[in-house]
């Protein structure tokens, strides 16, 4: 099996003078939030996204792909629906249908509408595509490589499952299709947590986003010149001038790759910092949507031995990462993925996410029977369906 890591190299060329820095600290200054009206719609506009999807996954993985009203309250605390599960339905009536079926006695049930199904359909060709599967495991190759075990909690993983774009039944149907990637493993001895752990380093991931676009930029040449992040501040953000020329000197500071294993570094130096926002920044670029709840982020940060670092590094670069206060938690943001509230670069599956958030946003006018709402579009009212 290949190496995992190379501390005492990168130690080496530190010690030698290719990255040794003097010990500095950020500056005493207080870097205010601003906020970004732009950033906050990306983040607003994709309100309740990630419970539509879930419920939808949820509906289609039945056998008869719906499900019973009467049992839908179980599904509040499950994911995190901002209402009761049925006021939920009620309200996206243009993804869910709620119905009575001709059985007798039968209760209400709920389905997806046949503009939802017609999403997913071409979702799932998507998401079962060669292509699109070995970008994900290849994203998620890249995760585990950032962990110093090299392994990771499915506990961690679930929560990032969204934001990675894996499959909601990714152990079954994902992972054994790469068996030289992945293998499940015990993450303690005497517990009971499963995890997923890399089976073998792979070197032609072990590039940041960073390190290859310095590359690309100097014709393949690999030139001794520092590699900086790309600040973007929204207008009328004004750092202060001592953060402005601490800033200018960190950005000159060695890049140390997040895939090396810099931990023997000062925690508090700015050397550290810049390695911690590297992490940060990769981390970032695996997402598809280039965001992600915060709480992510940190209890991730914990995993890998940074700590309080994650939070302090966010706090300290308002220029890389924005924190939205929207839609009932804090999302990370990575500045640079984003002109104005839309994705720079659209990944194929955020296409797909985009039509189902158009058709939430469909007005559709509600119509009640046997005291429960059923739905029916404006422009083309039809009876009552039963099936």
């Known amino acids: 099996?290949?190496?995992?890591?190379?501390?005492?190299?990168?130690?080496?060329?530190?010690?030698?003078?290719?990255?040794?820095?003097?010990?500095?600290?950020?500056?005493?200054?207080?870097?205010?939030?601003?906020?970004?009206?732009?950033?906050?719609?990306?983040?607003?506009?994709?309100?309740?996204?990630?419970?539509?999807?879930?419920?939808?996954?949820?509906?289609?993985?039945?056998?008869?792909?719906?499900?019973?009203?009467?049992?839908?309250?179980?599904?509040?605390?499950?994911?995190?629906?901002?209402?009761?599960?049925?006021?939920?339905?009620?309200?996206?009536?243009?993804?869910?249908?709620?119905?009575?079926?001709?059985?007798?006695?039968?209760?209400?049930?709920?389905?997806?509408?046949?503009?939802?199904?017609?999403?997913?359909?071409?979702e799932s060709k998507i998401l079962n595509s060669a292509h699109y599967r070995k970008d994900v495991a290849e994203r998620l190759t890249?995760?585990?490589?950032?962990?110093?075990?090299?392994k990771l909690s499915l506990n961690i993983i679930e929560l990032l499952r969204f934001d990675l774009g894996l499959p909601h039944d990714f152990i079954l149907t994902l992972l054994p299709e790469f068996p030289e990637y992945f293998q499940l493993c015990n993450m303690d001895d005497n517990s009971n947590v499963f995890g997923l752990e890399l089976v073998t380093?792979?070197?032609?991931?072990?590039?940041?986003?960073?390190?290859?676009?310095?590359?690309?930029?100097?014709?393949?040449?690999?030139?001794?010149?520092?590699?900086?992040?790309?600040?973007?501040?929204?207008?009328?953000?004004?750092?202060e001038k001592k953060v402005r020329i601490w800033m200018h000197e960190w950005q000159n500071l060695p890049y140390i790759s997040p895939y090396e294993d810099a931990f023997f570094l000062a925690p508090n130096s700015d050397q550290a910092e810049k390695y911690t926002v590297a992490v940060l920044h990769e981390?970032?670029?695996?997402?598809?949507?280039?965001?992600?709840?915060?709480?992510?982020?940190?209890?991730?940060?914990?995993?890998?031995?940074?700590?309080?670092?994650?939070?302090?590094?966010?706090?300290?670069h308002p220029g890389i990462f924005y924190v939205s206060n929207k839609i009932r938690t804090q999302t990370v943001v990575l500045r640079e993925a984003y002109k104005k509230d839309l994705l720079a670069e659209r990944h194929l599956l955020m296409g797909m996410r985009y039509r189902y958030l158009h058709l939430m946003n469909r007005k559709m006018k509600p119509k009640r029977l046997y005291g429960v709402r059923v739905n029916v579009s404006n422009k083309h009212a039809s009876p009552v369906k039963r099936g």
């Open 1 to 122: 099996m290949a190496m995992f890591t190379r501390p005492a190299i990168l130690h080496n060329r530190l010690y030698h003078g290719f990255y040794l820095q003097p010990f500095r600290t950020f500056v005493d200054a207080r870097v205010k939030w601003v906020r970004d009206a732009y950033l906050d719609f990306a983040v607003e506009k994709e309100k309740n996204l990630k419970q539509i999807i879930s419920l939808k996954n949820l509906i289609i993985s039945q056998p008869s792909k719906t499900i019973p009203l009467s049992t839908a309250s179980v599904y509040k605390t499950t994911f995190n629906l901002p209402t009761t599960a049925t006021n939920f339905f009620q309200k996206y009536p243009s993804i869910f249908e709620i119905f009575q079926s001709s059985k007798p006695l039968s209760l209400p049930h709920v389905k997806l509408t046949p503009q939802a199904l017609t999403i997913h359909n071409e």
């Open 142 to 150: 890249r995760l585990l490589m950032l962990t110093r075990a090299k």
């Open 201 to 239: 380093w792979r070197d032609d991931l072990a590039a940041s986003v960073l390190q290859k676009r310095s590359t690309e930029e100097n014709s393949g040449i690999k030139r001794a010149i520092p590699i900086k992040f790309p600040i973007n501040l929204p207008k009328g953000f004004d750092l």
């Open 283 to 316: 981390l970032m670029h695996l997402f598809v949507s280039k965001k992600t709840e915060i709480e992510n982020l940190l209890i991730l940060g914990d995993y890998l031995g940074f700590g309080p670092r994650f939070k302090k590094a966010l706090v300290h």
